[in-house]
Structures are given as structure tokens and as C-alpha cells.
């Protein structure tokens, strides 16, 4: 099982939880995530790939 966290450049980065068969798999989720604002790294290892994700909260909201 891989880190559920990494960090790249001082980033956390957060596992999104799928274990991809091959590159090109995490790839194709890795553009969709890019497409929602999301930063993207991919990982390989023992044969899998990985993709981690961040995204900077824009707003935040209190409620009291």
C-alpha cells in the first residue's frame, strides 16, 4: 500500500486512494483532477502507478 501522503517541494500531496494498472490509466485520472484545478504528481512503484493530488482552498466559510 502506498503513503496515503508525499510530499513534493515542500507540498503535501494526497494519495487519491486508486491503485492504476499502468501509467496510462493514471494519466488519464491525473488530467481529469488537472482539470478541476487540482495539482498532480504521479508515482511508480513495484509496478503501479499512483497519482497525488492538492488543491489550495479558495474560500473558506465559518459558521458559528
Same mark, same amino acid.
Given at each position: 500500500?502506498?503513503?496515503? /501522503?508525499?510530499?513534493?517541494?515542500?507540498?503535501? !500531496?494526497?494519495?487519491?486512494? @486508486? $491503485?492504476?494498472?499502468?501509467?496510462?490509466?493514471?494519466?488519464?485520472? /491525473?488530467?481529469?483532477?488537472?482539470?478541476?484545478? !487540482?495539482?498532480?504528481?504521479? @508515482? $511508480?512503484?513495484?509496478?503501479?502507478?499512483?497519482?497525488?493530488?492538492?488543491?489550495?482552498?479558495?474560500?473558506?466559510?465559518?459558521?458559528?
Amino acid at each position: 500500500m502506498p503513503d496515503f /501522503a508525499k510530499y513534493f517541494d515542500t507540498k503535501k !500531496f494526497m494519495w487519491d486512494g @486508486v $491503485e492504476h494498472a499502468d501509467r496510462a490509466a493514471a494519466e488519464a485520472a /491525473a488530467e481529469q483532477y488537472k482539470a478541476n484545478g !487540482f495539482e498532480v504528481r504521479l @508515482v $511508480e512503484e513495484e509496478g503501479k502507478s499512483y497519482v497525488y493530488t492538492r488543491r489550495v482552498a479558495t474560500e473558506t466559510t465559518v459558521s458559528g
